[in-house]
């Protein structure tokens, strides 16, 4: 299974119906939405690195091969072309390729630039070739033919770049042929019917192997993406959660941001299931995880259920002011669900109590310590007679991570 990548800009359900969507829409022409096209090829350039630099150093040992060879099988040709022509062309170009390989963004630059520097080595390959034909020698129009297959297989081209790149030499084989070396039509026809058969046949392999690894890629994602997510509700799991509250606490300690992150918790969920049954408990916690969800749409917010009836909300670059003004937007709006709930203590319709912890991460703490602060924020604000918030954020300075200490009601800033 494709591992997550650092180049992936959907999130959450949005990137799972993008993952679901494409899937079901097909590729015909190579390409995905620009999203995915960008995660898929930097995974596939970061998964192949070290089989490419092993090929193309494989390829220019096979050139240095070939060159000694045409010393003994073809004299004339080692004399009408100088070896540093052949090897001080192409083996550049593979040096070239290799550096390209360590680049930062080498899965973007790399297939750029070797579409480019290979169609000039096919052209270059081809003329050759079409100059010992005009020599007596035509033994070397094999070569073009392993060029071209080195170009759809080994290279590690995009099926489209490189059909691109073999369609161009076929065109200039053609045209150079007859408008330079004045080769008979019916020799340019034969050599021109093997060349064609040759590009289509490994562009046909290309092509369905291409075509298999994509799938795989969306398959592999997708199941990665449903795996991180909560079955019933749709939104992050507990998880996900944990891995995203790392990654932001590291990046918010780099940048000194301030971390928030809320918890909230149905209130008397229990009266709520034993009142009006599992399954329109299953719909109400549906309907509050899309409230959540909709005040975490920035790029490092995130909204999970933690468990049960309990959920989480993760804002990134948010001050106490800020966390308590969603905090009140959420509760307002779950309220506003109309969801009856008679049994319940705290209104005649299902509320949310939600906890807040508001803090700048610093390096002698943890993200732990920052889920202990917003779980004793939330039982403050359930002890202080629920459907409120309650934020705290100075007690994190001097908190024992992992020892719990319930808030007494009134203590903290509340709504």
């Not at 072309?81 to 899965?107: E, K, N, Q, S, Y």
């Not at 590690?156 to 070396?181: E, H, I, K």
């Not at 709006?333 to 906890?355: D, F, K, N, Q, Y």
């Not at 705290?392 to 007494?408: D, I, N, P, S």
Request: aromatic share 8%; with cysteine; hydrophobic share 50%.
């Amino acid at each position: 299974m494709p591992g997550r990548s650092a180049s992936g800009i959907i999130e959450g359900v949005d990137r799972t119906t993008s993952l679901t969507g494409q899937l079901q829409r097909g590729f015909p022409w190579m390409r995905f939405e620009p999203a995915l096209e960008s995660a898929y090829h930097g995974d596939q350039f970061r998964e192949g690195q070290k089989r490419l630099r092993i090929n193309l150093i494989m390829l220019a040992a096979i050139i240095f091969a070939i060159v000694r060879i045409d010393h003994v099988v073809m004299p004339a040709v080692s004399a009408g072309v100088p070896d540093i022509a052949r090897i001080g062309v192409m083996v550049p170009l593979l040096i070239i390729g290799f550096a390209l390989t360590f680049l930062r963004r080498a899965d973007f630059w790399y297939p750029r630039v070797m579409a480019t520097l290979m169609a000039l080595a096919l052209l270059g390959i081809a003329w050759i070739g079409l100059w010992a034909w005009s020599e007596g020698e035509s033994r070397l129009f094999v070569r073009l033919v392993i060029a071209i297959i080195a170009v759809y297989f080994v290279i590690g081209l995009p099926w489209r770049l490189a059909v691109a790149a073999n369609l161009l030499a076929l065109v200039f084989y053609a045209v150079t042929a007859l408008g330079v070396w004045s080769m008979p039509a019916v020799v340019m026809g034969q050599f021109m019917a093997m060349l064609a058969m040759a590009s289509v046949i490994c562009a046909a392999g290309a092509y369905n192997l291409e075509h298999a690894r994509r799938t795989a890629w969306l398959e592999g994602r997708l199941l990665a993406e449903l795996a991180l997510l909560d079955g019933l509700t749709g939104i992050h799991n507990r998880r996900r959660l944990d891995e995203h509250l790392q990654r932001v606490w590291q990046q918010a300690m780099r940048e000194n941001k301030p971390l928030a992150l809320l918890f909230a918790d149905l209130d008397h969920f229990k009266a709520y299931n034993d009142r009006y049954g599992h399954q329109a408990g299953d719909e109400a916690l549906k309907a509050v995880a899309g409230v959540l969800a909709r005040h975490a749409r920035r790029p490092l917010d995130m909204a999970a259920r933690f468990g049960g009836e309990e959920f989480a909300i993760v804002l990134y670059d948010t001050k106490r002011d800020h966390a308590l003004r969603i905090a009140g937007e959420i509760m307002e709006e779950v309220r506003g669900l109309g969801i009856a709930h008679t049994g319940s203590g705290a209104a005649p319709v299902l509320t949310i109590s939600i906890g807040i912890a508001c803090v700048v991460p610093v390096a002698k703490r943890s993200c732990a310590g920052l889920l202990q602060l917003a779980d004793q924020a939330l039982y403050a604000a359930k002890d202080g007679g629920r459907n409120r918030s309650h934020l705290l954020e100075a007690e994190y300075e001097h908190m024992k991570t992992g020892y719990f200490h319930r808030q007494v009601p009134g203590a903290g800033s509340g709504q």
